[in-house]
């Protein structure tokens, strides 16, 4: 088999691994979210849409695939994997809201304040952000380690502490700066899923350090790449609106090094992941190892 269609087939492997559990997650929120009933049902209907709208569920995976690579089981990595998912989903409803990115598009559907109404956007987002750490609280015995975990990735000093500095920050900004947004705001949450994951599984505090480090690359490749599809992409490939980080005068890699640096920054990411996944073991045919390629050659 030549190197071309070696790599093709470590693509599928990947892509059926990744819908397996696309699937097994959709089953995990359907089970943890709150229903739609009672008298708080408009509000779940809201979160339910936020969180059951679709996309790849690459962080509840990396629970997944990091809770098995430790010896866990899925549904010890089932709580985890619904958190993450939840502060995921979370974000994404209070991005799109006209005082963020004032965007009208998620995934191919409308953003929940246009579904709804912005202060129901608001109020979804918060009640998913409190729902992923009621789950992880009921969790024993590691519940309070895993809600320090998930609330120092998501805190002023991870996602939300990206988010402003983002925010603040324009095309202009310097590389240095536009990595520390991207660390805070994409990778921390990404390093989140995969050392909650090797929690679940019971890794050592050394393996959970590892675990961490190869998401934090993980993210930085992904929101390198995700600056690149803002301008090369289409609405119909991407699920949401193209060119708004130009619009919004964003500070991007793409804004500070240009296309082919931030296709440079991504392609030594995906590199440094692979290593890291080396140190945990995974080989290549392995979710873990194949996904950084994978995600380097996404196109939405």
Same mark, same amino acid.
């Not at 974000?91 to 009208?104: A, G, K, R």
């Not at 912005?118 to 918060?126: K, N, P, T």
């Not at 440094?272 to 045919?285: I, K």
């Given at each position: 088999?030549? +190197?071309?269609?070696?790599?093709?087939?470590? #693509?599928?492997?990947?892509?059926?691994?990744?819908?397996?559990?696309? %699937?097994?997650?959709?089953?995990?929120?359907?089970?943890?979210?709150? @229903?739609?009933?009672?008298?708080?049902?408009?509000?779940?209907?809201?979160?339910?849409?936020?969180?059951?709208?679709? *996309?790849?569920?690459?962080?509840?995976?990396?629970?997944?695939?990091? &809770?098995? #690579?430790? *010896?866990?089981?899925?549904?010890?990595?089932?709580?985890?994997?619904?958190? !993450?998912?939840?502060?995921?989903?979370?974000?994404?409803?209070?991005?799109?809201?006209? &005082?963020?990115?004032?965007?009208?598009?998620? #995934?191919?559907?409308?953003?929940?304040? +246009?579904?709804?109404?912005?202060?129901?956007?608001?109020?979804? *987002?918060?009640?998913?952000?409190?729902?992923?750490?009621?789950?992880?609280?009921?969790?024993? @015995?590691?519940?309070?380690?895993?809600?320090?975990?998930?609330?120092?990735?998501?805190?002023?000093?991870?996602?939300?502490?990206?988010?402003?500095?983002?925010?603040?920050?324009?095309?202009?900004?310097?590389?240095?700066?536009?990595?520390? !947004?991207?660390?805070?705001?994409?990778?921390?949450? !990404?390093?989140?899923?995969?050392? %909650?994951?090797?929690?679940?599984? &019971?890794?050592?505090?050394?393996?959970?350090?590892?675990?961490?480090?190869?998401?934090?690359?993980?993210?930085?490749?992904?929101?390198?790449?995700?600056?690149?599809?803002? &301008?090369?992409?289409?609405?119909?490939?991407?699920?949401?609106?193209?060119?708004?980080?130009?619009?919004?005068? +964003?500070?991007?890699?793409?804004?500070?090094?240009?296309?082919?640096?931030?296709?440079?920054?991504?392609?030594?990411?995906?590199?440094?992941?692979?290593?890291?996944?080396?140190?945990?073991?995974?080989?290549?045919?392995?979710?873990?190892?194949?996904? @950084?390629?994978?995600?380097? *050659? #996404?196109?939405?």
């Amino acid at each position: 088999m030549n +190197k071309a269609a070696r790599k093709a087939e470590r #693509r599928a492997a990947v892509d059926a691994r990744l819908e397996d559990s696309r %699937l097994w997650t959709e089953g995990v929120l359907e089970r943890l979210l709150p @229903p739609a009933e009672g008298p708080f049902a408009t509000l779940h209907e809201a979160m339910r849409y936020a969180a059951l709208g679709g *996309g790849k569920r690459v962080r509840a995976a990396l629970v997944r695939e990091c &809770c098995r #690579r430790f *010896g866990g089981q899925d549904e010890d990595a089932a709580p985890f994997a619904a958190a !993450i998912e939840c502060v995921h989903a979370y974000s994404l409803v209070h991005d799109d809201l006209p &005082c963020m990115d004032d965007d009208d598009l998620r #995934r191919g559907r409308p953003t929940v304040h +246009k579904a709804w109404n912005e202060a129901i956007a608001v109020l979804a *987002g918060d009640g998913l952000l409190t729902h992923a750490f009621l789950l992880l609280s009921r969790v024993r @015995p590691v519940g309070a380690e895993a809600v320090l975990v998930l609330a120092d990735a998501a805190g002023s000093r991870g996602m939300v502490g990206g988010q402003a500095l983002d925010l603040a920050s324009n095309s202009k900004a310097a590389r240095q700066q536009v990595e520390t !947004i991207h660390l805070a705001k994409t990778a921390a949450l !990404i390093g989140a899923a995969c050392e %909650l994951g090797a929690l679940a599984g &019971c890794a050592r505090p050394m393996e959970r350090a590892n675990a961490r480090d190869y998401g934090v690359q993980l993210g930085l490749l992904f929101q390198a790449i995700d600056d690149v599809l803002d &301008c090369t992409a289409d609405a119909a490939t991407l699920g949401k609106t193209p060119g708004k980080d130009a619009d919004l005068d +964003k500070a991007t890699l793409v804004a500070t090094v240009g296309l082919e640096g931030a296709r440079a920054a991504a392609a030594l990411h995906a590199q440094r992941a692979r290593d890291l996944a080396a140190s945990l073991g995974a080989a290549e045919g392995e979710l873990l190892h194949d996904l @950084p390629e994978v995600l380097l *050659g #996404r196109r939405a």
